[in-house]
């Protein structure tokens, strides 16, 4: 970020990214006539629980910075700070999406094309993804001893809450939650995969900061992130509302997105999940 913006202090820790103006569009892309910018909001997941008013005025700026836009979408822990979207849609007075629609659609059909008939468990299970994620899967939510499951998904909001040998060796761990849900490195029996990753649609386009911002913050260069996709989608959809905000996401809603993301050519592969 700090980099990005000529700021080194972000970088350098001199800075903590508490000031609005700290806040730095940071990569354009363009698909089938929709232009979309990631504008970075550079405060710590404690930090914006913290401060929810102080993520509030940055998350403000942010759309500023960005603008002019019509539709916002929130990533990773800005999408459970100030009212889930609520409380930056009647401030801008714009739509805002949270992105947990996408991230349960993504991690759902990750989960599923790696099942092979195996009971699944959903840690974090009493979050918004991870609610939708039990009922989809028909999984176990967090129960206690994770061992006894060889397919996990990890969903917890902020990340950081297991330890890494509470899971059996030859587990796979299918993980959404940013930071991710381990509290450390995997150990070599445990197979980690990245349950937002999408691949690049034919057509998508970008210009030279998003290659950077593609290889530091996404999960390479011909992948993106789900939560992306769906303010993406609502404006190719032609919708006025978000398709998500709050606590509740029914599996219904996770359902509709999938749906309509296929229509637009965003439709999930398997194949994301082994590259």
């Known amino acids: 970020m700090g980099l990005r913006t000529g700021r080194p202090g972000l970088v350098l820790g001199t800075r903590d990214g508490t000031d609005p103006d700290d806040c730095a569009e940071l990569a354009r892309f363009r698909y089938r006539g929709v232009e979309g910018v990631f504008v970075g909001v550079p405060l710590l997941p404690d930090q914006l629980l913290s401060d929810q008013e102080g993520a509030l005025r940055?998350?403000?700026?942010?759309?500023?910075?960005?603008?002019?836009?019509?539709?916002?979408?929130?990533?990773?822990?800005?999408?459970?700070?100030?009212?889930?979207?609520?409380?930056?849609?009647?401030?801008?007075?714009?739509?805002?999406?949270?992105?947990?629609?996408?991230?349960?659609?993504?991690?759902?059909?990750?989960?599923?094309?790696?099942?092979?008939?195996?009971?699944?468990?959903?840690?974090?299970?009493?979050?918004?993804?991870?609610?939708?994620l039990v009922e989809l899967l028909g999984a176990t939510p967090d129960p206690q001893d994770l061992r006894e499951f060889s397919l996990l998904v990890g969903s917890h909001t902020t990340g950081g809450t297991i330890d890494p040998a509470r899971l059996?060796?030859?587990?796979?761990?299918?993980?959404?939650?940013?930071?991710?849900?381990?509290?450390?490195?995997?150990?070599?029996?445990?197979?980690v995969v990245p349950g937002e990753r999408l691949p690049l649609p034919p057509g998508w386009s970008r210009n030279a900061w998003a290659w950077c911002f593609h290889a530091a913050a996404g999960y390479g260069l011909h992948h993106i992130y789900a939560c992306v996709l769906e303010p993406l989608v609502a404006l190719l959809e032609g919708r006025e509302r978000a398709w998500q905000q709050g606590r509740a996401l029914s599996a219904t809603t996770v359902r509709e997105f999938g749906a309509a993301a296929a229509e637009h050519g965003l439709g999930f592969s398997p194949q994301a999940a082994d590259r």
């Open 58 to 132: 940055s998350m403000q700026r942010a759309v500023q910075i960005a603008g002019p836009v019509s539709f916002v979408g929130l990533g990773s822990v800005l999408s459970v700070v100030a009212g889930r979207g609520a409380a930056l849609e009647a401030l801008c007075g714009l739509p805002v999406t949270t992105g947990n629609a996408a991230t349960a659609w993504a991690a759902w059909r990750t989960a599923e094309s790696l099942r092979g008939g195996r009971e699944v468990a959903v840690i974090g299970a009493k979050g918004t993804v991870g609610r939708a």
């Open 168 to 191: 059996a060796p030859g587990a796979t761990l299918v993980d959404v939650a940013l930071p991710p849900t381990l509290s450390g490195p995997a150990p070599a029996h445990v197979r």
